[in-house]
């Protein structure tokens, strides 16, 4: 199907981008470590880009999560339940994520289109692009949340009223 494709596409970019932030974090590290101790001199933006990175490298892989249906959750309430309401259990789970995400775009949003934005006295950079991550990985949480969802529809219309998860 085109749509999951598409889910698929995001996810990898998502992944890649996380990937190239963990090994920037690294190499900055890696200079703040040269510096101090070999050099004898500081990187004063070193420690403040790491967790910038750090902070993108989270949310993106959270998206990630999100979307192979690896994130935290705790199955012991729906084995609570009677066999024929898991699956109940399974799409109200579904829909609770997709409206915490929904609003975490939402307020995220509000974050950076917002008015309190630090400006780095190290680096110049304005704090609005570390915030930006809120929005843009939420977004992407919740089209991954959404197609789970989707599944789990489905996949209780296909096992019928009586089926268990």
């Not at 959270?62 to 199955?75: D, F, K, M, Q, W």
Request: charged content about 15%.
């Amino acid at each position: 199907m085109q749509v999951d494709r598409i889910l698929a596409l995001l996810e990898s970019l998502s992944m890649s981008i996380a990937k190239i932030l963990v090994v920037v974090i690294l190499a900055i590290l890696t200079a703040q470590i040269v510096f101090r101790f070999v050099l004898n001199q500081s990187l004063i933006w070193s420690e403040e880009v790491a967790a910038w990175c750090m902070v993108w490298v989270v949310y993106l892989g959270a998206a990630a999560l999100t979307r192979r249906g690896e994130h935290v959750s705790i199955p012991f309430f729906l084995s609570l339940l009677p066999a024929p309401l898991r699956r109940v259990g399974a799409i109200c789970g579904s829909l609770a994520t997709c409206f915490g995400v929904l609003f975490l775009a939402w307020y995220g949003t509000q974050i950076v289109l917002g008015t309190f934005h630090i400006v780095s006295q190290s680096t110049g950079v304005n704090s609005r692009w570390v915030k930006l991550c809120i929005p843009i990985s939420a977004a992407l949480m919740c089209l991954f949340a959404l197609r789970r969802l989707i599944e789990d529809i489905r996949a209780a219309i296909a096992d019928g009223p009586g089926e268990a998860v």
